[in-house]
């Protein structure tokens, strides 16, 4: 079992920053992928970025130049730095775990299914 936990959401204007984090603990994997994804009122849930665990990672075209994902050396926290922050950014963010590498998979990374752990969620709220 893994647990997530994220922090960091809150309301900003629209150009601004925040940094979401996610707290890991729990079972470890030596090969794995972490994702943020997003959720906006009345629209799917969608993978936003993914890292694996040697540092690669992919991002969705809407954040690609705006949104850096990484993790602390000692992989127990997860990040995902948000700049130039849009209102169509407005979303729950939420922070999952598979311990499986699926950035060699672009078909599979941002899949909701593919991923057997999550936690429940930061608001994010971009006013313009």
């Known amino acids: 079992q893994v647990q997530l936990v994220e922090s960091g959401g809150g309301s900003v204007q629209a150009g601004g920053s925040l940094r979401l984090s996610c707290e890991v603990s729990?079972?470890?994997?030596?090969?794995?992928?972490m994702a943020w994804f997003r959720q906006a009122p009345g629209k799917e849930r969608e993978g936003v970025a993914a890292?694996?665990?040697?540092?690669?990672?992919s991002y969705a075209d809407s954040v690609k130049g705006r949104f850096t994902i990484s993790q602390d050396n000692g992989k127990n926290t997860l990040y995902l730095q948000m700049n130039s922050l849009k209102p169509e950014d407005t979303a729950l963010y939420y922070c999952?775990?598979?311990?499986?590498?699926?950035?060699?998979?672009?078909?599979?990374?941002?899949?909701?299914?593919?991923?057997?752990?999550w936690g429940q969620g930061t608001q994010v709220t971009v006013s313009s």
């Open positions: 999952a775990h598979d311990p499986r590498g699926l950035l060699g998979r672009p078909e599979l990374v941002f899949m909701r299914d593919e991923y057997n752990y």
């Open positions: 729990g079972d470890t994997y030596i090969v794995y992928t």
């Open positions: 890292i694996d665990d040697d540092g690669s990672a």
